[in-house]
C-alpha cells in the first residue's frame, strides 16, 4: 500500500497547484508572523531567546535557529490568530505544519524555487490524504492537523531532502521519513478546552517530529513497512474501520487545490455564520433596519460547529473566535470582523451581550450528514414587527467554491504586517517576487525567506 500512497503523493504538480502553494506560502508569511506579537506566544518567544543559533528562519527575531528549532518555533504561532488555511474533507490546517518545517528544512540545501514549491504541494497531499482517511471521528477527539500535520512535514522535508536524488533513493527516503512519522502523531482535543498554549505546542511538536523524521531517515534510520497500516500500526491505533482506499485513490487533481483560505480571524466552523451574518447586516443596514428591532435571531448548523462554538457566553479571545454567538452579533453589529472585536471590551459590550442573548441555536440534520464535505449554515433574523430575514449557505467564502481570490489573499497578508511590523514594503516586494515567480524564475535559488528575515528583523510595532 505504502507504495501507492507515495505514487501518489509525488505526481507532478500542475500549473494551478503551483500557484495555489504560492498563495499557500503568502497566506502563511501573513498569519504566523502576526500571531508572534500576540499574548499567547510569549511562552515561544522566551523559549527561542535560550535556544542555539543556527541558519533558519526565526519568525521572533534577527538571530537564526537550527533547523530543528526554527520547525517548532515556527509551527508554534500559525494557528493562534485563526487565520491558517483549512481543508474540509480531512479537516486540518496543513500549512500549519508543512510550510514551516520546508522553509527549515530549504535552509538546510540549495534548493530551487520550483521545487520547494513541489514540497509543499506533496506535504500537503501527504497531511490531507491521511486526515480524510482518519476521518470525522478522529476529529471528535483528536486534533487532525497535529495527528496528520506530521506526516505533511516528513514528507514535504523528505522531498526538500532528496529532491537531486534517483527517484529510488527518493522514495526509498520519503517513504522511510513517513513510516517513523507515525511514531510522533499525537494531539488531543482536550486542548479547546480552557486557555493555555497545549494547541500551539501539538502543531510546533509536529513539525519539529516530521522534521526529524526525514533528517534520521537521510542517516539511515529504519523501520518496518507497514508501520501505517500494520496489525499494531497507526491506522489501527486510531480507527476501528479503516478506508484505505483514502490514501492511495489515484486523483489527477492535487489537494492543494482544495484547501479554502480564512477571511476572518475566528473557527472556520463560525466562518459560514460570520458570512451570512454580514450579508444580513447590510440587508438591514439598506432597509434602515436598527438592531434593537431585532426580536430574534436563530442559527441552524451542522452538529460539529455547534459541538465546537457554542458559546453563548464567551469569557476570554479563544472563546471568542469560537462562539457562534459572539461571531454573529460582532457581524451585525460592525459589519466587520477584526482582531480587536474578540477582546474583553467587546465582549462584555452590553449592545453585543444583547444580540448574543438573541440567538439561539439548533441542530441541522442535514447540514450534518454533508459535513465535512460541506461546512453549512443558515441565518434567520426575526423582527418585532413580524418580518423575517434568511440566508442560507453551504459554501463560506475561502472555499474552492466561493474563494478569495490571490488580490485578497495578498491584502490579508499585506494588511497583517502594516498592522504589526515596521517592513511593510519589503513584504510588498517580497509578495511580488512570490508570485510573480514562473517560467525561468521557478529554477533560481530560492530567496524568500532570507528577504521574510529581513523584514522581521526591522521589529514589531508593538515592541
Known amino acids: 500500500m505504502i507504495n501507492l500512497f507515495i505514487e501518489q503523493i509525488i505526481k507532478e504538480p500542475n500549473e494551478n497547484a503551483i500557484i495555489k502553494a504560492k498563495l499557500e506560502v503568502v497566506d502563511w508569511i501573513g498569519y504566523a508572523l502576526a500571531g508572534t506579537v500576540t499574548n499567547q506566544a510569549l511562552p515561544f518567544l522566551n523559549l527561542q531567546q535560550s535556544l542555539p543559533k543556527g541558519q533558519s528562519l526565526n519568525l521572533f527575531g534577527k538571530r537564526k535557529l537550527n533547523v530543528f528549532d526554527s520547525a517548532f518555533i515556527n509551527a508554534s504561532v500559525g494557528n493562534i490568530l485563526e487565520l491558517d488555511d483549512v481543508h474540509r474533507t480531512s479537516i486540518i490546517h496543513p500549512g500549519d505544519t508543512v510550510i514551516p518545517a520546508a522553509i527549515a ?269 460541506n461546512y453549512s449554515a443558515s441565518l434567520t433574523i426575526k423582527l418585532h414587527n413580524g418580518v423575517v430575514f434568511n440566508k442560507l449557505s453551504h459554501h463560506a467564502k475561502g472555499d474552492p467554491e466561493n474563494p478569495m481570490s490571490q488580490e485578497e489573499i495578498c491584502d490579508k497578508t499585506l494588511d497583517l504586517i502594516n498592522s504589526n511590523f515596521n517592513g511593510f514594503e519589503g513584504c510588498v516586494l517580497l509578495i511580488k517576487k512570490i508570485m510573480n515567480s514562473d517560467g525561468k524564475y521557478l529554477k533560481n535559488k530560492l530567496i524568500w525567506f532570507k528577504d521574510l528575515q529581513d523584514i522581521i528583523s526591522k521589529g514589531s510595532k508593538k515592541c
Not at 217 to 227: L, R
Request: aromatic share 8%; charged share 20%; net charge positive.
Open 105 to 373: 528544512t530549504s535552509s538546510f540545501v540549495n534548493i530551487d524555487t520550483l521545487n520547494f514549491l513541489k514540497a509543499i504541494i506533496i506535504g500537503y497531499e501527504t497531511a490531507i490524504r491521511m486526515g480524510i482517511c482518519l476521518g470525522e471521528d478522529h476529529y471528535k477527539t483528536f486534533y487532525s492537523s497535529a495527528t496528520c500535520g506530521v506526516f505533511g512535514a516528513a514528507a514535504a522535508s523528505s522531498y526538500i531532502l532528496n529532491f537531486n536524488n534517483k527517484e529510488q533513493t527518493l522514495n526509498k527516503n520519503l517513504n522511510s521519513s513517513i513510516q517513523l512519522a507515525t511514531m510522533t502523531s499525537s494531539g488531543v482535543w482536550q486542548c479547546r478546552k480552557g486557555d493555555g498554549e497545549a494547541k500551539q505546542y501539538a502543531l510546533a511538536n509536529a513539525c519539529r517530529a516530521g522534521v526529524t523524521a526525514a533528517f534520521l531517515s537521510q542517516n539511515g534510520a529504519k523501520t518496518p513497512s507497514n508501520m501505517i497500516e500494520g496489525e499494531l500500526g497507526f491506522l489501527k491505533g486510531y480507527k476501528n474501520e479503516i478506508k484505505y482506499k483514502e490514501l492511495i485513490q489515484p486523483n489527477d487533481n492535487h489537494l492543494i487545490n482544495d484547501i479554502s483560505n480564512k477571511p476572518w480571524p475566528a473557527c472556520r466552523h463560525s466562518h459560514p455564520v460570520i458570512g451570512l451574518s454580514l450579508e444580513l447586516e447590510k440587508k438591514l443596514k439598506n432597509n434602515n433596519i436598527k438592531i434593537d428591532e431585532i426580536s430574534e435571531i436563530i442559527i441552524e448548523t451542522y452538529k460539529t460547529a455547534i459541538d465546537f462554538c457554542d458559546k453563548p457566553y464567551p469569557q476570554n479571545n479563544i472563546e471568542g473566535k469560537f462562539s457562534l454567538q459572539h461571531c454573529c452579533a460582532i457581524s451585525l453589529k460592525y459589519g466587520n470582523i477584526k482582531e480587536d472585536y474578540f477582546k474583553e471590551n467587546i465582549l462584555n459590550n452590553t449592545s453585543i451581550k444583547e444580540i448574543r442573548e438573541k440567538i439561539s441555536i439548533k441542530t441541522n440534520i442535514e447540514m450534518t450528514n454533508s459535513f465535512p464535505k
